[in-house]
């Protein structure tokens, strides 16, 4: 009985340290054909959207010193918004 209860003891220990440590990490990719047309589709979704598009905010002709709140505010919209990857940074010159 208590060899018992310690082998079963030691399984709960075990799967539970197993249930603890276990880290998410599911791609779709890994059960479509690399030929199919829904793993081409994610290959090039991938190779052209993955990075998203890098851009650029140019202005001309402004008083930079007089409007400094509103170049401000660019700057500030460009780091909240949900359309900019936070993970990127946003450079001011």
Avoid: C, H, M
Avoid at 56 to 78: I, P
């Amino acid at each position: 009985r208590l060899g018992v209860l310690l082998v079963v003891l030691g399984l709960l220990a075990v799967g539970i340290v197993g249930t603890i440590r276990i880290q998410p990490d599911f791609r779709i990719e890994w059960f479509l054909p690399d030929d199919s047309y829904a793993g081409r589709f994610l290959d090039l979704n991938d190779e052209y959207f993955a990075a998203g598009t890098p851009f650029t905010v140019y202005t001309r002709d402004v008083d930079y010193f007089a409007r400094q709140k509103e170049v401000n505010g660019v700057s500030k919209w460009l780091k909240t918004t949900p359309y900019v990857d936070r993970a990127e940074d946003v450079d001011d010159w």
